[in-house]
């Protein structure tokens, strides 16, 4: 099961890559982390009826967009879930510097499926997630490179428990496969974001990782080097605005000043 569900989130990168290539010649092309997309498709919705422009965004997850920029794909503007892999863009020069911001914060939580008998959960110093587990998998997005992977590993670390756990991980492509892992039933816990968690009905928060476990929890936003869209800089502005700021809170985002 936990096969298939790779496979279908596999498809939506396709998929996404083929929306990028359908945007029209005009469209702001957004890449953006796929923890974004309720927040960020509301918001695009706002600005198309404010301004009358347009803007296509492909989700996924931030370091495969970031290698896509890397390889000279169409974007405009980059949005990373966290600071490295726009370090990354950056190195190379695919970015403008001056236009680079971090915009978003969020936090790190605990989840099991809804219809679980899962209870509250300390999450402290050596908490024994591995006995939570029961034999089972703790979903969570791939720890090597996706950045709500790495947050969870940092995090687990410095609990005591990532040892313990480690070779349990389903390690997912992007963070909403880890949601919906947890969500399908296939693993009886899993690590997101708080603002990924509120989206999905089918899973409950079981326990929040203190703020001193984690590495800040860091969007970054920058337009894309290779942009020519006279668009993408009043995307980003709109983006740090009130109405922006309005919807991005509503989904449970943090928006940095």
Do not use: C
Not at 2 to 15: P, Y
Not at 130 to 154: E, H, I, Q, R, T
Not at 210 to 224: G, H, M, T
């Amino acid at each position: 099961m936990l096969r298939r569900s790779f496979i279908a989130v596999f498809a939506l990168l396709v998929v996404g890559a083929g929306i990028v290539s359908a945007a029209r010649a005009d469209d702001v092309v957004v890449f953006a982390a796929a923890s974004l997309k309720d927040a960020l498709d509301a918001i695009n919705t706002d600005w198309q009826n404010a301004s009358g422009k347009h803007a296509t965004i492909s989700y996924a997850a931030s370091s495969a967009l970031a290698k896509q920029i890397e390889a000279a794909a169409p974007a405009d503007v980059f949005i990373s879930a966290d600071l490295d892999w726009m370090d990354y863009v950056a190195k190379k020069d695919l970015i403008v510097t001056a236009s680079r911001h971090n915009l978003l914060g969020n936090v790190l939580v605990l989840i099991a499926p809804s219809d679980s008998k899962a209870g509250p959960v300390d999450i402290k110093q050596d908490f024994p997630l591995a006995n939570l587990l029961g034999g089972g998998k703790l979903a969570m997005a791939d720890p090597a490179s996706v950045p709500a992977g790495k947050y969870g590993k940092a995090a687990l670390t410095k609990l005591g428990v990532w040892d313990a756990v480690s070779g349990a991980v389903a390690a997912a492509e992007n963070v909403r496969a880890s949601l919906l892992l947890v969500a399908r039933g296939e693993a009886p816990y899993g690590i997101v974001y708080k603002t990924d968690a509120a989206i999905e009905p089918k899973v409950k928060i079981v326990g929040t990782f203190p703020a001193d476990a984690v590495p800040p929890i860091i969007y970054p936003i920058a337009k894309v080097a290779s942009s020519k869209n006279p668009d993408a800089a009043a995307f980003i502005s709109y983006l740090s605005g009130p109405d922006a700021t309005k919807q991005f809170e509503h989904y449970g985002f943090s928006v940095l000043k």
